[in-house]
């Protein structure tokens, strides 16, 4: 092994239980927050970790089979319980990761949480110390348990749609199209595709599918009525799409406000329901509430810079939580269903969709950049969640032909799939 230095005293075989497979994936990059003792890092396929914890001092050792490093090894510092963070690589394809506690810290293994809710992104978190630890190594390894990889809490995680994902890749070559993100799942098995499914985008028009979610969530609370006022404000106006920049005082119920930001996207709309919300603070900290990673409203709309971002993976896990019933009541579910079916831009997924499919989402346009997220409801009524950005060449028409494709592809293949699983 070329990492004695991560593990002295400890049997390899200890660690290492798992066989490399034939073609290793990359380690994508790491971070360690240390107000949290949180180390997030990432792969660019799935990934099963292993997980060791060893005394004098203590080392939790991960690993990562068939997972190999771009760079060369390395080794961080860090002031508080957590005195060391090295990333090294073995000679099998196994990424290793060790974190080491500073002198006098110990940790039992079920204060340790590492977790998922998608194979390739993966989170470890030290819950707790034990103060006054012994520096002496007695020769205990123990097992550290890995939690179940569940996405957004709701959907275990079920195999990746590798036949799909190359088609796409291939279709992206064709087109070009090199700095676009997915995340493809469906509800009932959990299969899933992910391509940079976790990288931040520009949320344009797509943000409003979580504020649609977060309102419903207020009225459930009993925060807001359907049938109370909003006054269209001067300083709430604002430019882009939507008829309610040329209506100033105008006054409509919260529900004839939340159906136009959804089904013809207006901005000033939008910023109605963000005002009533209580502002962007107030949203951002319920996103990351839900979960979402990369979901934040940095500005009111039009966010003509694209200042606001999301991930695929975070707007399909906003679909998700309605998809399984969570989150929201019966009623307020039903209601949010029914608003995204009124989508107006149907140039995106719902375009690829067959014969008698529907789709609840929320369509994004810039510029540079289009997006689309939702709920996909086959004739059969299987259902799958699709989150897709592309970056794009000023209003490059081809990049809604490509996003067309694509949910031709998808909905193709997941529709051949369950056709064939039929006796």
């Not at 930001?261 to 963000?274: K, L, P, R, V």
Request: glycine letters at 10%; a positive charge.
């Amino acid at each position: 092994m070329k990492l004695s230095w991560l593990l002295p005293g400890l049997i390899t075989s200890a660690c290492l239980c798992l066989a490399a497979p034939a073609h290793a994936g990359k380690f994508t990059g790491w971070e360690f927050d240390a107000s949290r003792n949180q180390l997030n890092f990432g792969t660019d396929t799935g990934v099963q970790p292993t997980a060791t914890l060893l005394d004098g001092p203590y080392r939790l050792i991960v690993d990562l089979p068939g997972t190999k490093m771009t760079e060369a090894t390395v080794r961080k510092k860090f002031g508080g319980a957590v005195r060391e963070v090295r990333i090294g690589q073995s000679e099998d394809n196994t990424t290793r990761l060790a974190i080491e506690l500073a002198p006098g810290y110990g940790v039992n293994p079920q204060n340790i949480i590492i977790r998922s809710d998608i194979p390739n992104r993966w989170s470890i978190k030290l819950r707790s110390f034990d103060r006054g630890a012994s520096t002496a190594s007695t020769g205990t390894v123990q097992s550290v348990p890995i939690s179940p990889i569940v996405f957004a809490g709701v959907v275990p995680i079920g195999k990746e749609m590798t036949a799909l994902k190359s088609q796409i890749q291939v279709l992206a070559a064709k087109y070009g199209y090199r700095s676009t993100g997915m995340f493809i799942m469906e509800v009932d098995t959990g299969n899933y595709l992910e391509i940079n499914s976790e990288k931040s985008f520009p949320a344009a028009s797509t943000i409003k599918l979580p504020i649609l979610m977060a309102l419903f969530q207020a009225v459930d609370a009993g925060k807001v009525r359907m049938d109370e006022t909003l006054t269209v404000r001067s300083d709430l106006i604002t430019g882009g799409s939507g008829e309610l920049q040329y209506r100033p005082g105008a006054k409509l119920s919260v529900l004839q406000t939340a159906t136009k930001m959804i089904a013809i996207s207006d901005n000033t709309g939008t910023n109605m329901i963000i005002d009533r919300l209580g502002g962007r603070a107030v949203l951002n900290r319920q996103f990351k509430n839900w979960g979402l990673r990369k979901t934040v409203i940095n500005r009111l709309l039009g966010d003509f810079k694209g200042l606001n971002t999301t991930s695929p993976a975070d707007m399909v896990r906003v679909s998700a939580l309605i998809a399984k019933h969570q989150l929201l009541s019966e009623a307020s579910r039903s209601k949010v269903l029914d608003i995204l079916n009124q989508t107006e831009n149907r140039k995106l997924l719902f375009a690829g969709l067959g014969k008698g499919a529907a789709i609840a989402h929320k369509t994004g346009t810039l510029g540079r950049l289009i997006g689309d997220a939702g709920i996909v409801e086959m004739p059969n009524g299987k259902l799958y969640l699709a989150g897709i950005f592309v970056k794009r060449s000023f209003n490059d028409l081809r990049a809604r032909d490509f996003v067309q494709a694509v949910s031709r592809l998808t909905y193709n293949y997941i529709n051949n799939r369950q056709v064939s699983r039929k006796p």
